[in-house]
């Protein structure tokens, strides 16, 4: 039975928020030993972005130390980049993390990511509650994830819960290891580690947040819908930067979308849209401006419906146009899980599914991969790692050519 974990060790963390206490959180950071234990809390659910609002930090001899970043980012940057910088990180769920504190100029020198090492070792539950239990026999006391983290102050019980999210963290990561390297994993997992890190490092450039992807944009395919719900998206992100709120709270996406694939004519038709807020007239006053303001604009200015052109892979909702297609990708998938099964992997994580799109449609619509050194320089040119083309080329071969 796993022991319960209800609080830190040593109390609850003081709440740091000052630039002198960020120079002693550093200073304290740089004394202690091995690697650190980080990971945020963030309000995407209520803000306006994914910035942290939380970050919390463990090594030891250092223990577990809570910063306050907001408002503060250029302090939190001075004083802990020179020394997070050049750390060993580990964090739960890599991906989620390293943007909002590559915000703030922190970056790792190397990693290892717990969520991600259970996946490849084969566990079933991999989020942190569980692999702390299942790994280490502690259960950890949680509840907060989705509370509104730019609430001040903050409340004890969810700085408890914060704390306790990096109080096993490296305990964990050193189970981890043990366990992918006596299952001949490790490298598997160290290439997936440096990989996250080029992704996410100071020199990659993330790509900006625009109408076109919006899920369910795929399906407006005439030029004054994809013009509406253009113009829609634009106010919906310069409302909800002004509010500094979530865009979901200005508008849904999916009423957004609505709106735009049935062109109301008038505020009346406008209310009657699932999702939109048809009671309030100021709501149904700006938005039908909005949609009357796209419909006017000169059509030459409408966005155009994407072609399959050459660089453009469709996705999979839109391979039933391309039977061929969909029937060798659903071959391609059926023999790959048998892969995963034997070798204890998830599937998505052997080749990611716009990965092996990509590679159905170059083979089979397009006819550019024709041997396998075809295969392994596309699957080279879309980021797969030398674990992931070793297990996925056999089948692709023999599925596909």
């Given at each position: ?47 306006y972005d994914e910035r942290a609002f939380l970050i919390q930090l463990r090594r030891r001899d250092t223990g577990t130390l809570l910063l306050d970043p907001e408002g503060r980012h250029d302090e939190i940057r001075e004083a802990l980049a020179p020394v997070l910088n050049d750390m060993t990180w580990v964090i739960h769920a890599a991906p989620s993390d390293l943007p909002c504190l590559g915000q703030l100029g922190l970056y790792p020198a190397d990693l290892f990511d717990t969520e991600l090492a259970g996946r490849i070792a084969g566990m079933e539950r991999v989020n942190l509650a ?272």
């Open positions: 039975m796993a022991v319960p974990l209800t609080s830190p060790t040593g109390g609850t963390p003081v709440l740091i928020d000052s630039v002198r206490g960020f120079s002693a959180a550093a200073s304290a950071l740089a004394a202690g030993r091995g690697p650190v234990a980080v990971d945020t809390e963030r309000a995407s659910g209520y803000r569980a692999m702390v239990e299942d790994v280490l026999g502690y259960s950890l006391s949680k509840g907060h994830g989705r509370e509104d983290w730019s609430t001040r102050p903050l409340p004890v019980d969810w700085l408890n819960y914060a704390a306790l999210d990096v109080e096993l963290l490296n305990e964990l990561a050193e189970a981890m290891a043990e366990i992918l390297d006596a299952g001949g994993k490790l490298d598997w997992a160290v290439q997936e580690f440096h990989h996250i890190r080029r992704v996410h490092g100071p020199r990659a450039t993330p790509a900006p947040s625009t109408w076109t992807g919006a899920k369910g944009i795929n399906g407006l395919t005439r030029p004054e819908q994809r013009a509406v719900a253009r113009e829609l998206w634009m106010e919906r992100d310069r409302i909800a930067r002004q509010r500094d709120c979530a865009v979901h709270r200005v508008l849904k996406t999916r009423t957004m979308i609505e709106i735009a694939r049935r062109l109301p004519d008038s505020s009346r038709e406008l209310a009657t849209i699932s999702g939109f807020p048809g009671r309030d007239e100021r709501a149904r006053a700006r938005w039908m401006s909005v949609v009357d303001k796209a419909r006017r604009s000169p059509r030459s200015s409408w966005p155009t419906v994407p072609r399959n052109g050459a660089e453009h892979v469709p996705g999979r909702s839109a391979l039933s146009s391309y039977p061929e297609v969909k029937a060798s990708l659903s071959r391609v998938r059926d023999a790959l899980t048998e892969v995963s099964v034997d070798v204890r992997v998830p599937v998505e994580n052997i080749l990611a599914p716009a990965t092996l799109r990509s590679v159905v449609w170059n083979t089979v619509e397009k006819g550019r991969i024709r041997s396998v050194g075809d295969l392994i320089g596309h699957l080279e040119n879309c980021g797969a790692r030398s674990w992931q083309i070793g297990l996925s080329l056999p089948v692709l071969s023999r599925e596909l050519l």
